[in-house]
């Protein structure tokens, strides 16, 4: 089957092409991201595959409708970026890739808690400048912290084993618990208010939402722990980042490690050094000593990416031959 890929990246290409070789689908690569001005380049394609910042809005569908295409495979877990009820009223099948190495991005998570604690960022440079001194290089022991878990599914759960390896205590928030998380010891379920006042280090591992656009803003901010931590690898727009950096500079946030940003779709996945970068929020928080952005790099183990080819290809040819589809997203149930 022909099926676009919008969003390439090289990575993309070789673990694609990797788990196509059997299949013998025609992908045609478009480094462009999926939007209403590029959902041209997809006409005559049955398929389109696309990532975290292709915009798949009743507009960009309904184009691709136009077009003949049927099925959308999305390179990912989260789909906040398809209008999925349009894909559906317009005859369009939408799959994700539900599991792939949740050990990705819950690492991911672990490393941004260490380099902000033990300020591994700050370290780097001044030891290549020959400066050794010490002085605000000073972390606390992850052993005997509280940290806060909102959302445990299969990241969330695999980040709350690995910090309670590390000897914390666990505070868990979810709308639909999972049995496995109290299991550990120090680990218990608290509303979510009780879960921003007690926790000295607080990570994101919840899909964005209409409802939790914004979970966190300048009154969840005022409820947390002066000198909080927030760790977020999940979705952008779950931090008001005009509020957190409200909260840096009052300090009642401490540190900030976001591996997503609410615009990145602007800026993510390219190479912008040689431009001047117009999103001033983006650029005052980048500013901040104890703020570490990464740019939507979580999933980005071999590990992950070769699962994620995997299925994508698998899903495409279920899909082909008419099989039925393990990783379809059906869109949600009229008053749900
Ligand atoms: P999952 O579906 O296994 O777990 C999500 C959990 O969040 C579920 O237990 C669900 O009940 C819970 N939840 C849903 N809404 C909630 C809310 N409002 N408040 C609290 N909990 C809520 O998903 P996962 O595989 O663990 O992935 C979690 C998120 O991580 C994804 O939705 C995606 O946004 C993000 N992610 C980021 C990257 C990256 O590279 N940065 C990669 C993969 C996934």
Same mark, same amino acid.
């Given at each position: 089957?022909?099926?676009?890929?919008?969003? /390439?990246?090289?990575?993309?290409?070789?673990?694609? !092409?990797?788990?196509?070789?059997?299949?013998?689908?025609?992908?045609?690569?478009?480094?462009?991201?999926?939007?209403?001005?590029?959902?041209?380049?997809?006409?005559?394609?049955?398929?389109?595959?696309?990532?975290? !910042?292709?915009?798949?809005?009743?507009?960009?569908?309904?184009?691709?409708?136009?077009?003949?295409?049927?099925?959308?495979? =999305?390179?990912?877990?989260?789909? !906040?970026?398809?209008?999925?009820?349009?894909?559906?009223?317009?005859?369009? &099948?939408?799959?994700?890739?539900?599991?792939?190495?949740?050990?990705?991005?819950?690492?991911?998570?672990?490393?941004?808690?260490?380099?902000?604690?033990?300020?591994?960022?700050?370290?780097?440079?001044?030891?290549?400048?020959?400066?050794?001194?010490?002085?605000?290089?000073?972390?606390?022991?992850?052993?005997?912290?509280?940290?806060?878990?909102?959302?445990?599914?299969?990241?969330?759960?695999?980040?709350?084993?690995?910090?309670?390896?590390?000897?914390?205590?666990?505070?868990?928030?979810?709308?639909?618990?999972?049995?496995?998380?109290?299991?550990? /010891?120090?680990?218990?379920?608290?509303? =979510?208010?009780?879960?921003?006042?007690?926790?000295?280090?607080?990570?994101l591992h919840c899909p964005l939402t209409p409802e939790n656009h914004y979970l966190i803003n300048t009154e969840t901010i005022a409820q947390m722990k002066p000198g909080v931590m927030l760790i977020?690898?999940?979705?952008?727009?779950?931090?008001?980042?005009?509020?957190?950096?409200?909260?840096? &500079?009052?300090?009642?946030?401490?540190?900030?490690?976001? @591996?997503?940003?609410?615009?990145? @779709?602007?800026?993510?996945?390219?190479?912008?050094?040689?431009t001047i970068i117009q999103d001033d929020t983006f650029q005052l928080l980048q500013s901040f000593p104890n703020v570490v952005i990464t740019a939507h790099q979580a999933f980005l183990t071999r590990? /992950?990416?070769?699962?994620?080819?995997?299925?994508?290809?698998?899903?495409?040819?279920?899909?082909?031959?008419?099989?039925? =589809?393990? !990783?379809?997203?059906?869109?949600?149930?009229?008053?749900?």
């Amino acid at each position: 089957m022909k099926v676009a890929v919008f969003s /390439a990246e090289a990575y993309d290409r070789q673990f694609l !092409n990797a788990a196509n070789a059997n299949a013998d689908h025609e992908l045609v690569y478009f480094e462009t991201l999926l939007e209403p001005k590029t959902a041209s380049l997809a006409h005559g394609f049955p398929a389109v595959c696309v990532f975290v !910042n292709d915009n798949l809005d009743p507009e960009t569908l309904k184009i691709l409708a136009d077009q003949g295409t049927k099925l959308v495979a =999305l390179r990912c877990t989260g789909f !906040n970026n398809v209008d999925v009820t349009a894909a559906a009223q317009l005859g369009i &099948k939408v799959v994700r890739v539900s599991v792939y190495s949740p050990y990705s991005v819950a690492e991911f998570a672990i490393g941004m808690i260490l380099v902000l604690n033990r300020k591994f960022h700050k370290a780097y440079n001044r030891v290549r400048d020959d400066n050794f001194s010490l002085n605000g290089l000073m972390g606390f022991d992850l052993h005997g912290c509280t940290v806060g878990v909102i959302g445990t599914g299969k990241i969330g759960l695999i980040f709350a084993e690995i910090m309670h390896g590390f000897g914390c205590h666990l505070l868990g928030y979810d709308l639909y618990p999972n049995p496995h998380f109290e299991t550990m /010891a120090n680990a218990h379920y608290v509303d =979510l208010s009780d879960l921003f006042t007690n926790s000295d280090i607080i990570s994101l591992h919840c899909p964005l939402t209409p409802e939790n656009h914004y979970l966190i803003n300048t009154e969840t901010i005022a409820q947390m722990k002066p000198g909080v931590m927030l760790i977020n690898t999940s979705r952008g727009k779950l931090i008001d980042t005009k509020a957190a950096i409200e909260g840096i &500079k009052s300090r009642q946030i401490g540190s900030l490690g976001i @591996d997503v940003y609410e615009e990145e @779709d602007n800026l993510f996945f390219r190479d912008l050094s040689d431009t001047i970068i117009q999103d001033d929020t983006f650029q005052l928080l980048q500013s901040f000593p104890n703020v570490v952005i990464t740019a939507h790099q979580a999933f980005l183990t071999r590990n /992950a990416i070769s699962q994620i080819a995997s299925t994508t290809i698998e899903s495409i040819t279920d899909f082909q031959q008419g099989n039925a =589809l393990k !990783n379809e997203i059906h869109p949600p149930e009229k008053g749900k």
